[in-house]
């Protein structure tokens, strides 16, 4: 295939004045029509495959015993930019990190990691959490990407966000669980912040800040809900001191060989724009 078949990835997607400013005040937004449906479709497949794959080799290594915990809520799969090259280019897209850079207002933002989330048919809502729990990351300029291969809807288990709850930064250092559900939804319900959840077709995104209260409902369709999220995080962001858990796997495998106090921006990280 010849490689300007996938120049839109190259191609800038024009972020407005007043979407940034919501994204500033809301800590998420809903942005439409960054991909076509066939665009969409091409990587769809390509992902569905690097994913089907993975589980394959993993069954082959005997490896079922490591299991992440959220199979229950959804399948996840990370950095599937490493596992094939065209998915890499999904991943590193220059027209994705710049929506991303121009949300948070920096000029360049690098890969944290990407995730493939799937949630079958009768998968189980996602508890409400905030993301950052998880990330070594001494900023609060980070994002995600999180788009749908498929349209999707509230039903179906697209994102419901508490608007403008990532000015709390963190709010109970609470792991994703049935036990953060019950505290972040006190927590919203108690600080009044409105939820929004969208309708989205495949190759729209909502983007959202680290800090966000998020969750989802189940997937009551009988169609898997696929999605593609990338991380990014603002260029010269440093690695704070891991301070629980799982902040320290994620700074052994997403920063390898970096320490507290360093840049992060190991090989896993590139600059992925201005790049
Ligand atoms: O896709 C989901 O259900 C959860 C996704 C999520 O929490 C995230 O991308 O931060």
């Given at each position: 295939?010849?490689?300007?078949?996938?120049?839109?990835?190259?191609?800038?997607?024009?972020?407005?004045?007043?979407?940034?400013?919501?994204?500033?005040?809301?800590?998420?937004?809903?942005?439409?029509n960054?991909?076509?449906?066939?665009e969409?479709?091409?990587f769809?497949?390509?992902?569905?495959?690097?994913?089907?794959?993975y589980?394959?080799?993993?069954?082959?290594?005997?490896e079922?015993?490591?299991?992440?915990?959220?199979?229950?809520?959804?399948t996840?799969?990370?950095?599937?930019?490493?596992?094939?090259?065209?998915?890499?280019r999904?991943?590193?897209?220059?027209?994705?990190?710049?929506?991303?850079?121009?949300l948070?207002?920096?000029?360049?933002v690098?890969?944290?990691?990407?995730?493939?989330?799937f949630?079958?048919?009768d998968?189980?809502?996602t508890p409400?959490?905030?993301d950052?729990?998880?990330?070594?990351?001494?900023t609060?300029?980070?994002?995600t990407?999180?788009?749908?291969?498929?349209?999707?809807?509230e039903?179906?288990?697209?994102?419901?966000?508490?608007?403008?709850?990532q000015?709390?930064?963190?709010?109970?250092?609470i792991?994703i669980?049935?036990?953060?559900?019950?505290?972040?939804e006190?927590?919203?319900?108690?600080?009044?912040?409105?939820?929004?959840?969208?309708?989205?077709?495949?190759g729209?995104?909502?983007f959202?800040?680290?800090?966000?209260?998020?969750?989802?409902?189940?997937?009551?369709?009988?169609?898997?809900?696929?999605?593609?999220?990338?991380?990014?995080?603002?260029d010269?962001t440093?690695?704070m001191?891991?301070?629980?858990?799982?902040?320290?796997?994620?700074?052994?495998?997403?920063?390898p060989?970096?320490?507290?106090?360093?840049?992060?921006?190991t090989?896993?990280n590139?600059?992925l724009?201005p790049?």
């Open positions: 295939m010849a490689n300007n078949q996938f120049q839109f990835f190259d191609e800038p997607y024009h972020i407005t004045d007043e979407q940034s400013q919501q994204y500033k005040r809301d800590g998420c937004i809903l942005i439409r960054i991909l076509r449906h066939d969409v479709e091409i769809r497949k390509y992902i569905e495959d690097a994913v089907a794959n589980f394959e080799e993993r069954k082959k290594l005997q079922s015993q490591v299991v992440d915990n959220y199979n229950s809520y959804f996840q799969v990370t950095n599937v930019w490493e596992k094939d090259e065209m998915v890499k999904f991943v590193i897209a220059k027209r994705f990190a710049k929506i991303a850079a121009d948070m207002g920096v000029k360049g690098r890969l944290y990691h990407d995730q493939a989330l949630k079958e048919p998968g189980l809502p409400w959490h905030q950052q729990y998880y990330w070594p990351l001494d609060t300029n980070t994002i990407m999180w788009m749908p291969l498929v349209d999707v809807n039903d179906m288990g697209s994102l419901k966000f508490a608007v403008g709850s000015k709390e930064g963190s709010v109970g250092d792991p669980s049935e036990d953060s559900n019950t505290a972040y006190k927590t919203i319900e108690e600080r009044g912040y409105a939820v929004v959840t969208n309708e989205l077709k495949a729209d995104a909502t959202h800040a680290g800090w966000t209260m998020h969750a989802s409902s189940g997937n009551n369709s009988t169609r898997r809900r696929e999605v593609m999220t990338v991380i990014y995080y603002a010269g440093r690695i001191e891991p301070d629980n858990k799982h902040r320290k796997i994620d700074m052994e495998v997403f920063h060989g970096a320490k507290p106090g360093d840049l992060a921006a090989h896993l590139p600059l724009y790049g």
